[in-house]
């Protein structure tokens, strides 16, 4: 794309400010089933983000050629006039400064194909062999992505940011007898030499076979452990209480909750841009503005929301750099670690629940409300060690009010390729629906 070209024709045609969004992704993705190849695919693609202020208003379109101006400022022109809102928006001048991100050192781009086919397949083989209750490996995946992105506006903002990430992972099913237990694991790595494919084996088949034989549980009332990659899903639930976008329409329940106690005192929750282990870092979002490192709930008080430039400026309040794709999005979004061993945990509770999957969350999940009725699986905990596996029952509550009494936070926090982290978090009191 000519951008100076584009820049000039959109200005001889009345558009007053442009703004040009450019995103190049390389993908390579891999499943490896029964020893073959079941599936591989190289992509390389190129897309045009194009915003523009015509009349007072933004006009935008998205494009794959980039060469049809024409197309781009017309669609631009369209947009813009069908637009009534009063919403202002703005092409951003962008910020003084902007922070630099610690580069990853990741060697799995440069492994070539065949290397990447033996890894998983070896992975694949090892699993079966690991124990004879492994019956199958349903999955075995390998995904590496890498995005460039630059943006360029006639204010004289030109920005450039690149991000890689290597994830493979793999479910398989284990069986004994007459029954049978799904488990999956994911991995974020940079090096497939460094990679510890044996442990990454040996916690798959455990987390799987120690599934097997799993009793109902009666209904009640139980203190609960939800380890960390529950909790992590349940964070990426909440999270829209904390879009401020939703807070300044009065949606979220949080809205006039600034600088109030909103959890306990033991829960600190960040978003981190700049986090060295996080999958989502960025210098800067989709609309220019740099990125910070920012606490949102401290200590259980609730300081700020996430904002774009369009929610910042409705609640007049500082936008941080969280505007991506359109709307607000978080970085590295996590809760922050306790000081607690989980064995330590459970010796607390004593007597009680640990949750370590969830099904069909966002059915069971009300997003204006946060009450949530959610099908699980875990473990019964007597006497404060881990008894039997249990599953075929429901969790439900309030998880706002839930944040509210927290017994206890683990030392184990994860982050996870959603951009979610969490620890392991216990519950005095979840209301249970078993047998």
Known sequence: MNKKQLFEKAKAEGIEELEIFESTNKKTSLDIFEQNVDHFTISDTTTWKVRGVYQGQMG???????????????????????????????????????????????????????????????????????????????????????????????????????????????????????????????????????????????????????????????????????????????????????????????????????????????????????????VNCTPFDDEGVACQRKVIVDHGVLLQFFHNLKSSKKMQ??????????????????????DQEVDELIKQMDRGIIVTDLAGLHAGWNAITTQFSIQASGFFVEHGKIAYPINLFTIAGNFLKLMKQVDGIGNDLKHYPSGIGAPSVLFPNIAISGS
């Open 60 to 278: 935008k379109v998205i494009v794959e050629d980039g060469s049809d101006f024409d197309f781009i400022i017309d669609a631009i022109k369209e947009n813009a006039t069908a637009i009534t809102s009063s919403d202002e928006q703005e092409i951003y001048a962008g910020d003084e400064h902007y922070p630099t991100i610690q580069k990853r050192n990741n060697t799995c781009f440069q492994a070539s194909s065949a290397k990447k086919v033996q890894l998983m397949k070896t992975l694949e083989r090892e699993l079966l062999e690991s124990d004879a209750r492994i019956a199958q490996v349903m999955e075995a995946s390998y995904v590496e992505s890498c995005s460039q992105v630059s943006i360029t506006n006639s204010k004289g903002l030109c920005l450039a940011k690149e991000n890689q990430w290597t994830m493979l992972g793999a479910c398989v099913l284990a069986k004994d007898k007459d029954d049978f237990k799904s488990a999956s694991e994911v991995e974020l790595i940079e090096d497939l030499d460094a990679f510890d494919l044996s442990d990454f084996v040996k916690r798959l088949k455990e987390k799987a076979v120690s599934k097997l034989h799993a009793v109902s549980v009666h209904s009640g009332h139980y203190p609960i452990i939800i380890d960390r990659s529950a909790m992590a899903q349940l964070l990426q639930c909440v999270f829209a209480q904390f879009h401020g976008d939703q807070a300044a329409k009065g949606i979220s329940l949080l809205s006039c909750a600034l600088q109030q106690s909103i959890f306990d005192e033991k829960v600190t929750l960040i978003d981190d841009p700049l986090l060295p282990q996080g």
């Open 317 to 338: 309040a500082e936008t941080k750099g969280n505007g991506f794709h359109g709307s607000i999005d978080y970085t590295n979004f996590y809760m922050e670690n306790g």
